[in-house]
Structure formats: C-alpha cells, structure tokens
C-alpha cells in the first residue's frame, strides 16, 4: 500500500487495480473525505477492449490522460473511481517478470493530473515491483526446501529368509553361440518438399498498420518490432503516416500517439531505438511532422532527445511548443540542468516574442536558476521586461515590481532557501492574484492542501498559512531539500541519525 498512499499524496482519490484473467479487477482505494472508495471493488475492466488500461498493459507505460474509451460499459466503470469521471487521470503499471499485475489509478476529480504532478511516483513503482518480486523468491525458497532424508532401519540378518543355492558343475564350458539375429529392414525415406514461405515487405507490413483501427494489427505491430531496422528505414520516409485523428480535430491536451494513427503506435512500440528517428523529425520544416514527433518524445522521453526538446521550446508552432514543456517535465532535474541553459539564455535576446517563450518554459519547468538571468532584463522597456517580471513573481510568489535592485536584493537573502518556502511566504501577500498563484503552486508541488483560500478574510488566511509553514518545518523540509551529507553518502552506507 505505500504506492498507493503515495499517488493518493498526489491527488484527491486513488485506488489499486489488479490485472488477472484478462481483466483489471479494483482492490482498494484511498481518498479525501467525501469521495467513495467502496465502489472500486465493483470495478472489472476487460483488457479485450481498447481503453487507456489496455494500453498501459500492453507497453507497460504510465498513462496521464482521459480515462473515456469510447465504450459505454468502460466508461461507466470510471465513475466507481470516486462517482465522477474525471477530466484526466494516471495509471500507473507495476511490472514483474516483463508482465503487469496491478495497476494505480489516482486523479483530482475536477481538475487536471499532469506529469510534473506525479513525477516522483515513477520510481517507488520500480521498487514496488523489485519488492514484491524478492517477495515471491522468498516465499518460494521457503516452500521447497530439501527434504530429510529418513533414518535408516536396523536389519537382523537372522530374520532375512534365504535360499539354499546348487553349487555349479566343476570345469569350464564354452558358451553356445547365440543365432544370428535378423537385420531389420529399414524402408528408404520419402522425398519431402518444403518451400520456405517469402516474408512480407516491410512496406506491406506498415500499410497494414496504417489502414487498421487502434489495438487490431498487433501481429503486424510484432512483425514490425522484430524486423526493427527495416522499419526505421521505412518509418523514415512515411512518418507520421496515415491518420486516424487530425490534431486540430480535437481540443485540450494533446492525445497519446497511437490514438493519431498506427505508425505513432509503433514508433512508441520501438522504444527507445527510435529516438534517432524522433530527433530528426523534431527539426522537419513541416510544423505537423514536428508536432507528433514531439508528441512521441511526451511518452518516450529518450535521454539522448533533451536537448532537441528544449530547442523546441521556441518553436513557432505553440502546439509544438506545448508538448515539448510537458515531455521536459518528466526528465530529471539532473538531465535537464545543462540542457535549459539555452532557455536562460534566450531570456536576453533581442527578440521579446524569444523572451516571452522561454520565460514561459523556464516557470512551467521550474528553472529557479534562471532567476538571475530574469531579474538582469526586468528593467527593460519592452515587452521583454514583462515577460521577466511576470515570470519572476510565478517562481517566487513575490512582486517588487520593475526594479532590479529590489529584486536582487531579495533574492540575495533568499537564494539559499527552498522554492517552496519562497510559496509559503507568498501566502501573505497583498496582492489577491500573488496569493492565488502561490497556492496553486503549492498544491502542485506538493499535494496537500490545508484548507487556504486567497480570498479568505485575513484572519482566516493567516491561519492557513501558519498550517503551512508548520507542514514545512516538521514534514516538508525532510522531503524536498536533499542534506548535503546525503549528496555523497554511498548508498550502501545508512544515513546518519538525526534528531527531530
């Protein structure tokens, strides 16, 4: 249940699912009071069908996303998550032994879960499945240990019954000679005549991809994935291919891949051998080649793609520009800290429409090192100078305005301290919209939520943010800041003991 209890410290409502007999069948949930976990153990959705379950199943990937399926039976079953469907949802695979055996479906119920929400969720379901996996050895070990040999029962050779035996003939004889045996015979073999069947063309096998509905070409999916080389080359010249939905033929957050069409679904299916393929694609002149390449990376998320996602950041293409922010979101802050230097500094183009994209990117990803960089162009006169300004009070939940010595000097006594304290205080401003963007910012980061409103009377809101700040001094901050002695500890060592 620590899974669980961790997605259900992301959202409002979570709940475990496992996956046996061809179906998810719901186990248990966890949620806010007021929300229904009871009716999860009603829950059985088939796997036959084409649903984001399906999916997540079969590519043993997390889905963050619609939960609707299309299928009215389906659909019907999400409102026993919580008695509402939610606008999107995560399903989270726990893996063993190459196949899936449960599932955690946690989401807000009202409001959107994005991948930045749950990103740490990613690796306590790794070590779900290596728990539960030593788990199974253990029990096993136990069941069939070497059984102990009996004990060995006395014998009397008194009791042992004999019988008397004749003594041979004295002097040797030599022995008769057997008959000769009959050689059997062995009738000649038939001729047999087998003609190798000709494989299919590997165009062949993507125009059948292609012409068919989501989830019914899984052999020629196989074919495909097997004769990986082949595909590439062909997937090079036909990508993205022929397409189930156009992207501008629906609203919001952009669809999974293989809902767009059947190449999608099989350059996700490759894995990361395509991310040569996607990197290419993602400079293509064409805007719509560069959008489902991007689209693609969103659920891959290939290490080698970082940095061609953040030249995507600028792209003239906003739907492009979009998908490459959320696909950035998932990548750790290790392998993003190099790579977003293009971002800090497009901050001091020329160009305000490059400062406005890169400001945008730098608060969706959470770039606090860019700070510095934001604060040296506020004082500019163009619309630049905005850009910096509001994308320094989303970061810091603080506004001092135009002026590049406020700013500094605040950030001056501040740098050193964690950009959910910068939240916390923010809690306190003046200013009806900094509240509003530091709570939202809070409850994002963070999952809790303690009861504040930005438009609570004062009283009301100072003691909230006091819930808050007590949350960070005796919870949050063994959370979110790493100690310095722990940046190099080996992990075979335990962790020195601290006092509470």
């Not at 070590?127 to 059984?147: C, E, F, N, Q, W």
């Not at 994002?444 to 009377?457: A, H, K």
Request: charged share 25%; proline share 5%.
């Amino acid at each position: 249940l620590t899974l669980l209890r961790a997605a259900r410290s992301r959202a409002r409502w979570a709940g475990l699912l496992t996956v046996q007999g061809g179906a998810a069948i719901g186990r248990v949930a966890l949620a806010e009071t007021g929300l229904d976990v009871a009716a999860v153990s009603t829950v059985l959705v088939p796997l036959d069908a084409v649903s984001p379950f399906r999916t997540v199943v079969s590519n043993h990937q997390a889905h963050i996303g619609p939960l609707s399926s299309g299928d009215a039976s389906i659909d019907a079953m999400m409102l026993r998550f919580g008695g509402t469907m939610p606008p999107s949802a995560l399903i989270l695979p726990v893996v063993l032994r190459e196949r899936v055996v449960a599932l955690v479906v946690a989401h807000r119920v009202v409001s959107d879960i994005r991948l930045a929400d749950v990103t740490e969720l990613l690796p306590i379901a790794l070590a779900a499945s290596d728990a539960l996996g030593r788990l199974i050895v253990k029990h096993k070990s136990a069941g069939y240990r070497t059984p102990v040999a009996p004990s060995a029962v006395p014998i009397e050779a008194a009791q042992i019954e004999t019988k008397k035996s004749a003594k041979a003939a004295e002097g040797w004889a030599a022995p008769a000679v057997p008959a000769a045996a009959e050689t059997p015979s062995i009738p000649e073999p038939a001729d047999v005549h087998m003609e190798a069947e000709v494989p299919r063309s590997i165009e062949d096998v993507l125009d059948a991809i292609e012409q068919a509905r989501e989830g019914y070409a899984e052999d020629e999916q196989n074919e495909a994935v097997e004769r990986a080389n082949e595909t590439l080359g062909a997937l090079m010249t036909r990508f993205p291919g022929t397409l189930r939905v156009e992207r501008f033929g629906v609203t919001g957050r952009p669809l999974r891949a293989a809902q767009y069409g059947g190449l999608l679904e099989l350059v996700i299916r490759l894995g990361s051998v395509s991310s040569e393929l996607l990197i290419e694609k993602m400079s293509a002149p064409q805007r719509d080649v560069r959008f489902y390449a991007t689209v693609c990376c969103m659920e891959l998320r290939p290490r080698n793609a970082v940095f061609a996602l953040v030249e995507r950041l600028f792209d003239q293409d906003y739907g492009v520009r979009g998908c490459a922010i959320e696909a950035l979101s998932g990548y750790p802050i290790a392998d993003l800290n190099h790579a977003l230097a293009r971002a800090r500094r497009a901050v001091h183009s020329s160009d305000p429409e490059v400062v406005g994209a890169a400001a945008a990117a730098i608060v969706e990803l959470g770039d606090v090192e860019a700070i510095a960089d934001l604060i040296g162009v506020i004082e500019r006169s163009d619309r630049g100078g905005d850009h910096a300004r509001k994308a320094l009070v989303s970061l810091t939940a603080q506004d001092f305005g135009p002026s590049e010595r406020r700013w500094r000097k605040w950030y001056e006594a501040a740098r050193s301290r964690h950009r959910v304290e910068w939240l916390i205080d923010g809690l306190a401003h003046k200013e009806d919209a900094v509240r509003e963007t530091a709570i939202n910012v809070l409850r994002r980061l963070t999952g809790e939520y303690f009861g504040y409103q930005s438009d609570l009377p004062r009283k009301e809101r100072d003691l909230a943010a006091e819930r808050w700040a007590a949350w960070w001094r005796e919870t949050g901050q063994r959370r979110f800041v790493i100690r310095e002695d722990e940046r190099v500890r080996p992990t075979a060592v335990l962790p020195s003991r601290r006092e509470p």
